[in-house]
């Protein structure tokens, strides 16, 4: 290519469509300053897109389809770019976002939802939107040459949607979207398959089209939240180390996932396959994980965490795990990645489970360092993996509601938080199990300390270091479900004393852990730490956790 560099005072680059090739030097784009339109569309240049291209600050249009740009997209945290494009070519990993823009210092978010679709490509042409009083980027579908190419296919198949193996798969298509049946394979490379319907059915063009903005990074993938046309707003997991089954089985454990239904589980709606990769879609919910309510929040959500709400979280933890340990009984562990990243909390403090069954997937050398489940006692000393050690889990949360700190066991590096195992084990031993909660529940509730130090006494039981002696799902539940009715029974009879907690009453009778659960409504998003919990990490999962970890 010319040495457009040298014309400073350049505006405008149109080169679309001829046969320039080779790569273009890192700094070419460094002077020019003034340049607002670029485009070098269908030709052959190859190797990194130039960094210098963030240096180019005026620009509002980049159009780099169709050519043989490898690697990752630069940060182009660019106030005025309106459009970009880089579909079409042979991009990877993973794409940078954030800036800060105008005197108010409002963030630009250069999100793009990164969905490989058929032929390797990459999402796409984007436009920006403005939300919530910062801008993103919209992402679109890939090309219209592209989506041709996979109608075509799909009326090849005589109105069948391609499956793995050569096989093809007769079901419901909307957009993109097949609908997924108990009868065989999911869709095709381009399509998502719907595994619940709760929210109603959308195609992988409806995410692509959505505001998009990445949330974080974990250590099983990327999360990403997407705001659809119609309302709707998911988290989309983009997992990597999900190679342990076949196309087949992990179509059979999405849909048993998808069919899972009780108030303190929430499904997935849909997931898109690839051999390399998959992508995850869950409902988003907006409030937030109770790691970040517990830890990182100082607002109104925090300080509604009360004696009542914790034991409300408490409780729908425990129903929610005894469900899964029901569903889910041929997963060696049926959660596996339980931790307070992975509780997501409705507009009532109602609790939802997250990030469960994925042992399934997950290849086992990866599963040793990307899931919670793993660092139970007996798998760290002698590999033994059983249910168990989700009780184990579950025990780290109880105590972590009751004491209001962060869980050592949570690092990898147990370099700070609190390590509750140890102080559990003190304080039962000393028979002082009150020294261990949290000065925010005792307060207004004194009466009921008896109760919180039952609840601390059924903590420790459930991480006993030799998992023979700890209780299964089932019993831990129920054991809960006892401090809880004896908290009501002391309500009832303080009813019209001074002895009763100073606060709003949990309403009862929530469903108990049962197939016959309703299924959990409202919006979720997923949650990580990796580090201070902040503002950031609120709706992002830990998987990832998606949190993703």
Known sequence: MPAFSRLQALKSIFLAGNSFSGDIPDNFFSGLSHLKKLWLSNNGFEGPIPSSLSKATNLMEIHLEGNHFAGAIPDLAIPSLTSLDVSSNKLSGPVSAGASSG?????????????????????????????????????????????????????????????????????????????????????GAAELVMVNESKGVFGLQDLMRAAAEVMGNGGMGSAYKAVMANGVAVVVKRMKEMNRVGKETFEVEMRRLGRLNHPNVLPPLAYHYRKEEKLVISELVPKGSLLYILHG????????????????????????????????????????????????????????LVDYGLLAFINPSHASQAMFAFKSPEILRDRHVSPKSDVYCLGI?????????????????????????????????????????????????????????????????????????????????????????????????????????????????????????????????????????????????????????
């Open 397 to 549: 949360i109880v105590l972590e509601l009751l004491s209001g700190k962060f869980p050592a066991q949570y690092l990898n590096n147990t370099k700070g938080g609190t390590d509750v195992v140890r102080w559990a084990g003190s304080v039962i031993a000393e028979n002082q199990p009150a020294s261990l909660l949290d000065p925010a529940i005792t307060q207004g509730c004194k009466a009921e300390v008896p109760e919180m130090e039952g609840m601390v006494r059924v903590g420790a039981e459930l991480i006993e270091a030799d998992p023979d002696r700890r209780p299964d799902m089932k019993e831990a539940a129920r054991r809960i479900e006892e401090v809880g009715a004896a908290t009501e029974k002391r309500r009832r009879d303080s009813v019209g004393t001074t002895a009763v907690c100073h606060v709003e009453l949990v309403r009862e009778g929530q469903a108990a852990a049962s197939p016959g659960g309703a299924g959990a409504a409202g919006d979720w998003a997923a949650v990580g730490r990796t580090g201070s919990i902040t503002e950031r990490s609120r709706s992002i999962g830990d998987n990832v956790s998606f949190a993703i970890s």
């Open 103 to 187: 005197s108010a210092g409002a963030a630009v978010g250069l999100v793009l939802l990164v969905v490989l679709v058929a032929g390797g490509a990459m999402a796409v042409a984007s436009k920006r939107q403005k939300r919530a009083g910062f801008e993103t980027l919209g992402v679109e579908q890939a090309t219209a040459i592209e989506e041709e190419k996979r109608e075509k296919k799909r009326s090849e198949a005589g109105g069948s949607v391609a499956a793995g193996g050569g096989s093809t798969k007769r079901g419901r298509r909307t957009g993109s979207s097949v609908k997924g049946s108990a009868g065989g394979g999911g869709g």
């Open 297 to 352: 929040d100082r607002g109104a959500d925090h300080a509604a965490l009360n004696w009542p709400t914790r034991l409300k979280i408490i409780r729908g933890i425990a129903r929610g795990m005894a469900y899964l340990h029901a569903e889910l009984n041929s997963i060696d562990i049926p959660h596996g990645n339980l931790k307070s990243g992975n509780v997501l909390l409705a507009d009532d403090f109602e609790p939802l």
